[in-house]
């Protein structure tokens, strides 16, 4: 059983994404954080092939989806959740486990409000959902989003950096002999294209918009009870174990695991996180 690269075209965008396991098999949709690509799942897709079916997209912009210009694509995360639920539309799923990582979580949570049927379960690592989350490394992000300058875009922009990158995978890890470089490098390959320092900068500022819906969010946990892992790297600088414990205010429920590990946990406990997601997720089929 091996990995397949494909693509589909939606609204005239080339979506890249990986496609794993046997299409009998209970359905993972897995959404990357920033600023990575469906390569953070690599480790994790083959974790668990044997067991689900599994797809990782590339988001526009992103890893090796269409890098539309900003003047013919809308960079907000409203526009990217109506891209990728058009995506998941034209792969035929309706029933999967949610996988939210970092930017995956204002993308997934768009997509839970307005197709609450398809969300069978949550599987939540480092992505935020809590004002409670917000960590010491948002700081600069904050006077971004208060004072949009050329002096706060400019501080922001250093997140871009291959020293921005490499720090938010390396940064509160446990074992940092376990983080592959090209891990970091790979998305700096696609950071450095011309024209995405924009575009990034353009989902910077609009992460503002994030945190006026958490409420809302929050009201579908609530209201829908999903079943929920929690796997979260305790160390991690931008969305804090802080964020993690908050949501078992509204999922008492859920079930979560606190990992010696930073923004990017996958890296050091892909083979962890995927033994609690086999059990978790095969008891409720």
Do not use: C
């Not at 959902?129 to 002096?151: I, T, V």
């Amino acid at each position: 059983m091996s990995v397949q690269f494909k693509t589909v075209a939606i609204d005239g965008i080339n979506i890249f994404y990986r496609e794993a396991g046997q299409r009998d098999k209970p359905k993972i949709l897995l959404l990357h954080g920033f600023p990575s690509s469906s390569h953070m799942y690599r480790d994790l897709i083959r974790d668990l092939q044997q067991d689900f079916h599994l797809v990782a997209p590339d988001y526009p912009g992103f890893g090796n989806s269409d890098m539309p210009a900003l003047n013919e694509y809308e960079y907000t995360f409203d526009n990217l959740s109506v891209t990728i639920e058009k995506f998941i539309e034209a792969i035929q799923w309706d029933s999967f486990a949610l996988f939210m990582q970092d930017y995956g979580s204002p993308v997934g949570y768009r997509i839970a409000l307005r197709k609450p049927q398809w969300i069978k379960a949550l599987l939540v690592q480092n992505g935020n959902a809590y004002l409670d989350g917000l960590g010491p490394a948002l700081d600069d992000g904050k006077r971004y989003w208060a004072n949009r300058n050329a002096e706060t875009e400019n501080v922001m922009a250093q997140v871009l950096t291959v020293e921005g990158t490499r720090f938010q995978y390396l940064n509160g890890v446990g074992q940092p002999e376990k983080i592959a470089p090209e891990a970091w490098q790979y998305d700096q390959y696609f950071l450095d294209r011309p024209g995405n320092k924009e575009i990034q900068l353009a989902l910077l500022y609009d992460y503002r918009n994030n945190l006026t819906l958490y409420p809302a969010w929050q009201q579908w946990l609530r209201d829908k009870q999903p079943p929920a892992l929690l796997t979260w790297g305790k160390n991690d600088v931008f969305f804090t174990e802080a964020g993690a414990r908050a949501y078992l205010k509204d999922l008492p429920n859920a079930q979560l695991h606190l990992f010696d590990s930073g923004h990017f946990a996958l890296e050091e406990y892909h083979e962890e996180i995927a033994a609690l997601i086999k059990p978790f997720l095969q008891q409720l089929a």
